[in-house]
């Protein structure tokens, strides 16, 4: 929850956490959301790659719809991506830029009100962005293993250890609040299940990352990884 928070108040801006918290209509009801959003990208982020696992099997490519085997299909399937692609970048570049612009003019007038040079910082910010972008881009060759260290080092981190660490410091503050009050099965379960999260987080961040960056030392060995800034044809 105070990941989605702290997004959202990323994203309103000058809106605090209290009163956007306030302007719910009942915030009991963001537990029922959190959980119906949870279900669903986990049943669908397990359908769509066991069943592009299934028929495409070790010849599975990132993304998973370049796997097609029709000309057709993954044309249609390309260009339905390109508005997500613009979306993501988009968000992706404004919320870096927006924090470098908080941290750079943090106590100034350029922070809050249209000036010149707010704007123009603005501009300049979000320019060196996506060169920046660009050229990580066009200098790493190799997409798909540069996903897999990626997830290794971050997502390992943001998705399994954050949240077991998380749980764990919150039961020890609450424990804290009823000191004369013993753990109870539930308390249990969920130090037990933030301790295995946090197991599986190492186990991706450890081997998870030499595995990955195995990999693209396979690839380069094998030819399978072009030359950065390549002019060689990757269209579909």
Known sequence: MGAFLNISYTFIGQITLPSFIAEMKNPRDFYKALLVVTIAEVLVFSLVGSIVYVYAGQSTTSPAFGSLTSQDNKIIS??????????????????????????????????????????????????????????????????????????????????????????????????????NTARGVRGWIGYIFSWILIGIGLYFLGPGTYASIHSVVLNYKNGKVGSPFSCKDTSV
């Not at 996506?130 to 881009?137: C, N, R, V």
């Open 78 to 179: 390309f260009s339905l991506m390109v508005p997500t692609l613009i979306f993501l970048g988009v968000l992706y570049a404004s919320v870096s830029a927006r924090f470098i612009f908080f941290r750079l003019f943090e106590g100034t007038s350029h922070k809050g009100n249209h000036t010149v040079v707010g704007w123009l910082s603005w501009a300049g910010i979000l320019g060196v962005t996506w060169i920046f972008a660009f050229i990580i881009a066009e200098i790493i060759p190799f997409f798909s293993d540069l996903l897999s260290i990626m997830s290794s080092l971050f997502d390992s981190f943001f998705g399994f250890i954050f949240w077991g660490v998380a749980y764990i410091q919150l039961q020890k503050l609450e424990e804290k609040k009823r000191p």
